[in-house]
């Protein structure tokens, strides 16, 4: 038996090191190798995508409450409609729209006033009464419900293939990626980083970029800016075949339940948030959860108890203290850039982050204003810049 082959060696240089090869990480190195940026190289602990992008649910949507959110997730949208072209990749992407279901006169108001930013902003999305609601996602029950948001131009896609496309992109266009390879320190002299070391050999480094997701406090400390960023288990699972399921099947969220599911393949993928769950780098799928999801299933769409399960999955989300994310340039370390803590919400924003931090690095303006977004926030105002369109 032939023995492996070793891994490829670290450069001992690079103009931009960015840490992490989920889908944040590989939009940004593409976007930079597309900008011209030479010697761009990406460090991943493990392989590409094997943190939290490819145990995403891969909802892409602009239905949010932040102004900032709304316009990351439209540019995010018009990329992915055109990824096929650039970067050149088939991701399998079903705009077959967002529903979101309320049941209190709250959640109503609040949705009423977020439509009404998003439409300013260019988003079609509208607020629809119980019937409509019901005949767009059959599978719901209408118990309870007062209204429900549409936007027909939501959908989702395969993560999966969204890094394939963004990580092949980026090495045509010069940059170099590199699995397994963990990030053990950085040197920082004054207020530039200097060094990043791993446990493959240090690389001299014009700049360091964040994109580590759950992972991402560590890597800030590393580099002295505090990246308040906390992991937390969320959890998949997916029916067996319904060959009676026909038709498209919008990405339907009970939004006080916090129950969703979208088709996948023959059947449904579904998940919801788990109040129980402690923070922390839990990675193994866990059955704990599964009575409160079949109650969310019995209250919100009855006729899913009768479908059988299949095994699933647990994933990481990067929470920060206000669901929303961190993105921008350390002030303690001037050539520290991060973007993280998406709180749910980074693979359907990869596109149009990749092209923010490209354009922080390069010091253009960048394409969305996220001056709001940055750590500092967090100094000034612990309750930061609340996102309330939070799964």
Not at 198 to 219: E, N, Y
Not at 226 to 240: G, H, K, W, Y
Not at 335 to 341: Q, R, S
Request: proline share 6%; net charge negative.
């Amino acid at each position: 038996m032939a023995a492996a082959s070793p891994a490829p060696s670290l450069p001992s240089n690079a103009e931009v090191v960015v840490i992490g090869g989920g889908a944040i990480g590989t939009s940004i190195a593409f976007h930079l190798a597309e900008a011209g940026v030479r010697d761009v190289v990406l460090l991943e602990r493990g392989e590409l995508g094997s943190g939290s992008t490819c145990k995403a649910a891969g909802g892409v949507r602009a239905q949010f409450s932040d102004r900032i959110n709304i316009e990351l997730g439209a540019r995010s949208l018009e990329a992915f409609a055109r990824f096929g072209r650039r970067p050149g990749q088939e991701i399998d992407l079903h705009r077959v729209g967002y529903l979101f279901l309320l049941s209190t006169a709250e959640d109503v108001e609040s949705f009423e006033r977020d439509v009404a930013l998003q439409n300013e902003l260019g988003i079609s999305s509208r607020m629809i009464d119980v019937a409509e609601a019901a005949a767009l996602s059959p599978l719901i029950t209408t118990e309870g419900l007062l209204a429900a948001a549409w936007s027909p131009d939501d959908g989702h896609c395969t993560p999966e293939s969204v890094v394939l496309g963004y990580a092949g992109a980026a090495r045509r266009h010069g940059a170099t990626l590199h699995t397994r390879v963990t990030v053990t320190g950085i040197d920082v002299t004054g207020d530039r980083a200097r060094t990043v070391h791993t446990d493959r050999g240090p690389i001299t480094a014009g700049a360091v970029i964040c994109a580590a997701g759950a992972w991402s406090a560590a890597i800030g400390e590393m580099a002295g800016t505090a990246l308040p960023v906390t992991p937390l288990r969320r959890q998949i699972i997916f029916t067996e075949p319904m060959p009676d399921l026909t038709g498209p099947v919008p990405f339907t969220i009970d939004f006080s339940s916090t129950l969703y599911f979208h088709r996948e393949g023959r059947g449904l993928l579904m998940g919801m948030s788990d109040p129980l769950q402690e923070p922390g780098f839990h990675h193994g799928y866990s059955t704990g959860w599964l009575p409160r999801l079949g109650a969310a299933i019995a209250a919100r769409a009855p006729r899913l108890l009768d479908v059988g399960l299949r095994d699933g999955w647990a994933g990481l989300y990067e929470v920060t203290p206000d669901h929303n994310a961190i993105i921008g340039r350390s002030a303690a370390t001037t050539n520290f850039l991060y973007a993280t803590g998406f709180s749910g919400h980074g693979f359907l924003q990869a596109p149009a982050v990749g092209e923010v931090v490209r354009d922080l690095y390069l010091e253009r303006t960048p394409v969305v204003d996220v001056s709001p977004l940055t750590a500092d926030r967090f100094v000034a105002d612990a309750t930061g810049r609340p996102e309330t369109h939070i799964v």
